[in-house]
C-alpha cells in the first residue's frame, strides 16, 4: 500500500514550521532574498528550498480568502521525471515517494522540463550540480517516521497515511462542509493520480496549481517507445526490400521478368 | 582543377576566432557552472544549446541519411556527387551534438553512466543511443575518403601500409551500414519528438500530439536535401565545385513531395483533435505557428513547383534556405517558445550561450573546409585521381 499526505488548506496557519522543519531534516541553507511586503518567503522552491508555503489573497463567491498552499514534489503515481530520466535517477518507490540518486544522475534536466508541475530544481550556482526535489523524506519513512513537515505541522493541516484513507477522509471531510470546501481532491485524478493531497475552499486553479488531464502525462511517451521494435524491424525490412529490388532491376540485361528468373536460376 | 585562392583567408580567420572565443566561455562554464554563464533557471531548464545545438541539430544533419538513402538504397546514381559532403556534414553534426551536450549536461564527466544505467522506457535513452550508434556509422560510412586520401600518400610510415584493405572492408558492408544508418536516423528523429510527448500540460495543443514523433520524422526527411541544396551551394562559392542543376532541382521537388506531406499531416492531425480553429484563435502562440508554416513549408512548396524556380541555382537556394529556417523555427517553437515556462521565470539565453553554440557551428565548418581540401570530396574527383 502506498502512502500519502492530506493537505488540509483551511487548516493551515502558515506558520511555515514545514519549511523549517526541511530545511533542518535535509541540512539545507537558508537563502538571502530581498523583502516583497509579503510574509512569503522565499519566493520560489529551489534546491536549497524543496518545500514553502504560497501566500494566496484573493476573492471567491464574493468573499475574502486568505488561502495558504504547500507547494512540494507532489510524488505521482505514474511520474514524469522517473519515465523521462534515461538513467533511471527517479525511481517510484512501491511506499509512494518519487526517490532521486545522484550516483545516476547526468545532469541533462529533462525531469525539469518534464514535471508538470514544476518541482525539480537544480544547483544552478554550483559546478557540479545536482537535481533536488522533495524526497517525500523516504530515509524518514524506512526508519518508521512521518516525513519531517508532517510531524512539525502545529494544525494538523498535514496529515500523513495510506493514500486510500485518506482519500476517504477528504471525501467525508467535503461531504460534512460543503461550505468550507470546494468538491475537488486535487491530486486524486491529476495526471492519473499523486501520493500528496490538496484540499481547498477556492477553486486550485486561483491557488495557481496547474490545471492538468486527468490521464497520467506519459501515456503517449510509452505508446511511441513502444513502437521501437517493430519500427526498428520494420524499417530495416523495407530497406533491405528496396535495394534488394532496386539492385534486381538495375542488373544489366534483366530488362524483362522471365529472363531475369532464368539469370537466378542458372546457379543452382 | 586549381583554384585560385585569397592570399589571406578572411573567412578561416573569422571562423578561427570565433571558435576561440568559444573555447574561451568553455572554460568559464566548467569553472564557473551553468549559473553563472548561461541564463537557464528551474523555470527554464532546456536553453539555447538543446533548441538550437540537439533539436536544430540532430533534424539538420538529416541530410546524411536522407541522401545516403537516396543514392544506395533506392539507386538514384545522379546524387552519388553529393551523398559524401552530405555524410561528412552529418557526421559534423552529429560530433557538434555530442560536444553541445557535454556543455549543456551539468555532470557531463558522467555521461558514460547511461552505457550503464538503462532506463529503456525514456525516449531520451533512445536518443542517446541512437546518437551514439550513428555517429559510429556515420565516421564508417565516411571513411572511404579518408582511406582512399591515405593511399595515395606518399609519406614515409603511411605508405607502408594497404590502406586499400580496410576500405575494402568497408565497401563491403556499406549498403547495411547505410540501412543501419536509415534505421537509426529513423528511431532517433522521431524520439527528439516523443520526448515532447512527456509535456501535454506544458506544450502548447498547436504543436502538441500524440503523432509528434512522426511529424518529427517529415520535417527532418524534409530539410535533409534542403540543407544538402544549402550546403554545396555555399561550398561551391568557396571551392568551385558547381552542382549539376538537375541535382539539385531534383531535391528540391523531392523536398516539396516530403513537406506537402508534412503539411498534409499537421492540417488532418489538427482537424482529428478539433483544434484547427487555434491557429487563428490561438494568440499570440498563433502566430509562431503561422511563421514556420508559412516559411518552412508553404512557401517552398510553391516555389519548388514552380519550373522558373527550378531551373534556377539561386531560387533553388533561397527555397532551400526557407526550408532551413522554418525547420529552425518549428524546433525552437516546440523545444522553447511554445513550451510553457515556470511561473515567475524568464529566459533571454546570455552571451556565453551564443558564444558557445557559434563556436561550434565555426568549428565545424572550418573541418568542412579543410576536408574539402585535403580529403577527396567527390566521386569524379576520386576517379579521376584513381584514373590519373
Known amino acids: 500500500m502506498s502512502k500519502g499526505v492530506l493537505y488540509d488548506s483551511t487548516k493551515c496557519i502558515g506558520c511555515r514550521a514545514c519549511q523549517v522543519a526541511c530545511k533542518q531534516w535535509n541540512e539545507m541553507p537558508a537563502e538571502t532574498t530581498t523583502n516583497t511586503g509579503s510574509y512569503e518567503n522565499p519566493p520560489k522552491t529551489s534546491a536549497y528550498t524543496l518545500t514553502k508555503i504560497r501566500f494566496n489573497e484573493l476573492e471567491h463567491d464574493g468573499k475574502f480568502h486568505w488561502v495558504f498552499t504547500k507547494i512540494q514534489c507532489m510524488h505521482c503515481e505514474h511520474p514524469a521525471c522517473a519515465e523521462a530520466c534515461l538513467v533511471g535517477a527517479f525511481q517510484k518507490t512501491p511506499e509512494g515517494a518519487v526517490v532521486y540518486d545522484d550516483n545516476k544522475c547526468i545532469g541533462c534536466r529533462y525531469c525539469m522540463v518534464a514535471c508538470p508541475f514544476g518541482i525539480p530544481c537544480y544547483q544552478w550556482d554550483d559546478p557540479t550540480p545536482w537535481v533536488r526535489k522533495c524526497s517525500f523524506c523516504a530515509d524518514r519513512q524506512a526508519g518508521g517516521l512521518r516525513p519531517a513537515c508532517v510531524t512539525t505541522c502545529p494544525t494538523g493541516a498535514l496529515k500523513y497515511g495510506e493514500r486510500d484513507d485518506l482519500i476517504a477522509e477528504a471525501h467525508q471531510r467535503i461531504a460534512a462542509n460543503r461550505d468550507k470546501y470546494v468538491d475537488h481532491i486535487y491530486g486524486e485524478h491529476e495526471v492519473g493520480g499523486t501520493s500528496w493531497l490538496y484540499l481547498s475552499p477556492v477553486p486550485f486553479e486561483k491557488l495557481g496549481m496547474p490545471v492538468v488531464g486527468q490521464e497520467a502525462v506519459t501515456v503517449n511517451v510509452e505508446r511511441a517507445v513502444g513502437a521501437v521494435p517493430p519500427v526498428l524491424v520494420g524499417v530495416a525490412a523495407v530497406m533491405s526490400g528496396i535495394y534488394w529490388l532496386v539492385k534486381r532491376r538495375q542488373q544489366p540485361g534483366g530488362e524483362d521478368a522471365p529472363s531475369k528468373k532464368e539469370q537466378v536460376e542458372v546457379p543452382k | ?388
Open chain 2, 1 to 388: 582543377m586549381m583554384i585560385n585562392r585569397r592570399s589571406i583567408p578572411v573567412g578561416t580567420i573569422i571562423l578561427t576566432v570565433v571558435v576561440l572565443l568559444g573555447l574561451v566561455t568553455m572554460i568559464l562554464r566548467y569553472i564557473y557552472g551553468l549559473g553563472a554563464t548561461t541564463n537557464m533557471s528551474d523555470g527554464r531548464a532546456w536553453g539555447l544549446w538543446i533548441s538550437f545545438d540537439l533539436y536544430c541539430g540532430v533534424a539538420l544533419a538529416a541530410g546524411g541519411f536522407t541522401l545516403a538513402g537516396i543514392v544506395y538504397i533506392f539507386g538514384r546514381e545522379k546524387y552519388h556527387t553529393v551523398a559524401r559532403p552530405a555524410i561528412l556534414t552529418a557526421f559534423l553534426g552529429y560530433t557538434l551534438v555530442i560536444l553541445a551536450l557535454l556543455v549543456d549536461l551539468g555532470e557531463p564527466w558522467y555521461i558514460w553512466r547511461f552505457l550503464f544505467n538503462w532506463n529503456i522506457h525514456s525516449p531520451l535513452f533512445e536518443v542517446s543511443v541512437c546518437v551514439m550508434t550513428y555517429t559510429l556509422v556515420l565516421a564508417l560510412e565516411f571513411s572511404p575518403a579518408v582511406f582512399e586520401r591515405l593511399s595515395n600518400l606518399d609519406f614515409p610510415v603511411i605508405r607502408r601500409f594497404n590502406w586499400r584493405i580496410p576500405l575494402r572492408v568497408i565497401r563491403t558492408i556499406q549498403i547495411p551500414l547505410v540501412i543501419a544508418g536509415i534505421v537509426l536516423s529513423t528511431l532517433h528523429q522521431s524520439s527528439l519528438g516523443s520526448m515532447l510527448l512527456m509535456m501535454p500540460e506544458t506544450l502548447h495543443p498547436l504543436w502538441y500530439t500524440p503523432i509528434l514523433p512522426i511529424l518529427f520524422l517529415f520535417s527532418a526527411v524534409a530539410v535533409g536535401p534542403a540543407m544538402v541544396m544549402f550546403e554545396s551551394t555555399l561550398s561551391s562559392r568557396v571551392f568551385g565545385h558547381k552542382l549539376g542543376l538537375d541535382v539539385m532541382s531534383g531535391l528540391g521537388k523531392a523536398t516539396a513531395y516530403v513537406l506537402g506531406l508534412y503539411l498534409l499531416l499537421k492540417i488532418v492531425d489538427l482537424l482529428a483533435r478539433g483544434d484547427l480553429a487555434l491557429v487563428a484563435t490561438a494568440y499570440p502562440q498563433n502566430l509562431l505557428w503561422w511563421g514556420e508554416i508559412v516559411i518552412g513549408v508553404i512557401l517552398p512548396i510553391i516555389f519548388f513547383s514552380m519550373p522558373s524556380v527550378r531551373k534556377s541555382r539561386t531560387m533553388l537556394f533561397w527555397s532551400a534556405v526557407l526550408v532551413v529556417l522554418g525547420l529552425v523555427f518549428n524546433r525552437f517553437n516546440v523545444s522553447m517558445l511554445a513550451l510553457e515556462i515556470r511561473p515567475g521565470f524568464t529566459y533571454i539565453p546570455h552571451w556565453m550561450e551564443f558564444a558557445i553554440s557559434a563556436a561550434l557551428v565555426a568549428d565545424a565548418m572550418l573541418v568542412i573546409f579543410l576536408a574539402h581540401r585535403l580529403l577527396p570530396m567527390h566521386e569524379e574527383e576520386e576517379a579521376a585521381a584513381e584514373s590519373g
